[in-house]
């Protein structure tokens, strides 16, 4: 039985819980309602509750215990050779699952029968052919191993959601008899109602820092095993990157710190001033129908697609500063240079400061301009002095949203900046970024266990600790500054 299917029975089963509640409740009174200790509704709804927050609450811990189980009892039956070490394992059962998918795929457009693909062999049968005639393309012969693997992860899959369907209908089953039996017109249903969205709250609020954990741990896990392979002293020290998956690579991480600050530099001297001064424009001078117009017009330009830009940058941008710019000076010849992709970006970022640097200004109270403009100064006067630091927490993180995303992109550096890991300060030569290597080292038949690969997760924790360190930078700005102006 499908999850959906399942969430439908519960569902039903809450929706019962509420209305069993609730008729019950007033029956108890007679349908007078100012017997009862909370106003009915809280009645049905302590009933749909307490059907549907214990059957969910299994449902998720099943769905997420699974796949663990699942894996160590394929891993068991696996040969040892197979499973070696945690990115072996990965591969294997990706291709097992993948396996599994066809032959679930095979038995539904009626290819085999649920017997057959319990029961064929690779030495008798072609099996990716036969899963080929279903639309399932495998990229290498199916081994008599990973097959039978696959056979054994179906039938406990089968196994699993049988047992999984009858363990939650029982307890919605059992929650809703519960409910039924201590609702009466005494039972404080209320406070239960209130406390259970209360938990529903700190849930909800709980999986974004459980999110920022597990981010984390998966970065540390495998940058761990990344330094057990390669010295980290080549790794903070060397200013050369040359990654060979043959082995003996240079991986300093220098050439790259070095291009993302400097893209993310130049976008920040285009994108902050431009940003700035706009929302100044829209926030103090510009008239209702002006603002009506201009704002959403600056605002489409987030919703343009980065691969786009990157055109942008490849096709328009670079020629232009190689044409008139770099070859005229000497300084190249090579559209693709950070100052291009730093420009791109900077025009990509100019919507996010724009916008919410010109609300956070109109949120600052027009106690403060009447004082001002008050005691004689100006309106320029009054934007620079005053208006400029009581809105400049907000504006810092404006200004800090931008620069994660500018250090964050990756396709319009491909595609504007190059891919040349180097150290220079001319801006139109071409240079790269940590984001786009963790994309370059994590794709293509590579082996994920080798310092190569691995440094990808490095590259990502080091980017991680850059913009931690930007956010407790504007965290320090804006308490300094929301101290003098509350």
Not at 7 to 14: D, E, G, P, R
Not at 164 to 171: A, K, Y
Not at 284 to 297: F, I
Not at 351 to 371: K, T
Request: hydrophobic share 55%; aromatic share 8%.
């Amino acid at each position: 039985m499908s999850v959906l299917f399942l969430l439908v029975i519960v569902a039903v089963l809450a929706l019962a819980g509420f209305l069993l509640c609730r008729q019950r409740v007033m029956a108890s009174v007679q349908g007078d309602p100012k017997l009862l200790h909370s106003l009915p509704g809280y009645y049905g709804w302590n009933g749909a509750i307490t059907v549907i927050l214990p059957a969910l609450a299994v449902l998720v811990l099943w769905l997420i215990v699974q796949p663990f189980i699942l894996e160590n009892r394929i891993a068991s039956v696996l040969p040892p050779a197979m499973v070696a070490d945690g990115s072996s394992l990965t591969l294997v059962m990706s291709d097992v699952r993948r396996v599994a998918s066809g032959l679930d795929a095979a038995v539904a457009g009626g290819v085999m029968s649920e017997q057959e693909a319990g029961m064929i062999r690779t030495e008798f049968t072609d099996v990716r052919g036969k899963l080929a005639r279903v639309g399932v393309a495998l990229g290498s012969d199916v081994t008599r191993e990973v097959l039978a693997a696959a056979q054994e992860y179906r039938v406990m899959i089968a196994w699993s959601a049988m047992a999984r369907t009858i363990l939650v209908v029982l307890i919605a089953v059992a929650g809703l008899i519960y409910a039924i039996m201590i609702t009466n017109k005494d039972f404080r249903a209320r406070n239960r109602v209130e406390q259970a969205v209360l938990g529903i709250l700190i849930a909800a609020s709980s999986i974004a820092i459980l999110t920022t954990v597990g981010i984390v741990y998966s970065m540390l896990s495998e940058t761990f095993n990344f330094f057990s392979q390669y010295p980290y002293q080549d790794f903070f020290f060397s200013l050369t990157w040359s990654p060979n998956f043959r082995g003996d690579s240079d991986l300093g991480i220098w050439p790259l710190i070095w291009g993302t600050m400097y893209i993310t530099l130049i976008s920040m001297i285009v994108a902050v001033p431009i940003g700035l001064f706009a929302a100044i424009y829209l926030a103090e001078y510009a008239s209702k129908r002006v603002r009506a117009w201009v704002k959403p017009l600056i605002e489409v330009i987030a919703g343009i697609p980065t691969v786009v830009f990157g055109l942008f940058a490849l096709v328009t941008v670079g020629p232009l500063l190689r044409d008139y710019f770099a070859e005229p000076l000497g300084w190249g010849d090579s559209g693709s240079s950070v100052m291009t992709a730093g420009i791109v970006i900077g025009i990509l970022n100019i919507p996010f400061i724009s916008s919410l640097s010109d609300d956070i200004i109109n949120a600052v109270p027009q106690s403060l301009r009447d004082g001002s403009l008050g005691l004689g100064a100006s309106k320029s006067e009054t934007i620079r002095q005053v208006l400029l630091p009581a809105a400049l927490p907000g504006i810092v993180g404006a200004c800090l949203m931008a620069a994660s995303r500018a250090i964050g992109e990756t396709m319009i550096v491909v595609m504007g900046a190059g891919a040349a890991a180097r150290l220079s300060l001319n801006p139109f030569e071409a240079m790269t970024t940590m984001t786009v290597k963790i994309v370059g080292q994590l794709t293509g038949d590579t082996d994920f266990n080798s310092p190569e690969t691995l440094v990808a997760f490095a590259l990502g924790m080091t980017l991680f600790v850059i913009t931690l360190a930007l956010n407790v930078v504007a965290l320090m700005v804006v308490r300094k500054y929301r101290e003098q102006y509350d």
